[in-house]
């Protein structure tokens, strides 16, 4: 059986053990508390966007799509660039290899319309696309999109969609190397 004086120096024990401890861990969770607060920050992902409107014409011969008429394009394209840079990943460490920015290409063509040579029939287009691509100074694009007879809706609509030819957009874009800004596009428009 222990007594009363074995007890309470037990007890003196503990609590000495438990002061030691507790400035031990309140020590260490300082430390690792500053190491966090004054450590660098890890560097952000760093973008650059670009809107550039271009007009844009051609024709899509009736020998190549098997139309009765050549169809004449004419409209806008919207080009947005987005040039991504992530400096953690384009900085190379021992053993790793730097990232290139990437760019991702929105294109927006469907303000184009295109006119029947023979009949003035209006078509319409879908023209849209996503591309993500390496960055370069200067790139060349091409893309495919569908181009159909207006017609009303209903049937009638459904029936032009699915008689739809492929159309293809040529581009061209020039990019600042110091800014990555998108500084000049062409383009021009036919079909396969």
């Known amino acids: 059986m222990i007594n009363s004086t074995e007890l309470k120096a037990f007890k003196l024990e503990m609590e000495r053990k438990m002061k030691t401890c507790r400035g031990i861990l309140s020590s260490l969770l300082c430390g690792a508390l500053a190491a966090l607060l004054l450590a660098p920050s890890s560097a952000l992902a760093q973008t650059t966007v670009s809107t550039y409107t271009i007009q844009v014409t051609g024709n899509a011969s009736s ?47 469907t303000g184009v319309i295109g006119t029947g040579a023979k009949t003035g029939a209006i078509y319409k287009n879908i023209c849209v696309a996503t591309l993500t691509r390496l960055f370069s100074t200067t790139d060349a694009i091409e893309t495919t999109f569908a181009f159909f007879k207006d017609a009303a809706a209903g ?5 032009s969609y699915a008689q739809s030819k492929t159309g293809l957009l040529d581009l061209s874009l020039t990019y600042d190397p110091a800014t990555m800004a998108l500084t000049n596009a062409t383009g021009t428009l036919g079909t396969l």
């Open 63 to 109: 020998t190549k799509t098997g139309l009765p008429e050549t169809v004449k394009f004419a409209g806008p394209v919207v080009i947005t660039a987005t040039v991504v840079t992530d400096p953690a990943a384009s900085t190379p460490t021992a053993g790793t290899t730097a990232l290139p920015p990437a760019v991702y290409v929105s294109i927006d063509g």
């Open 155 to 159: 049937d009638a609509i459904a029936a």
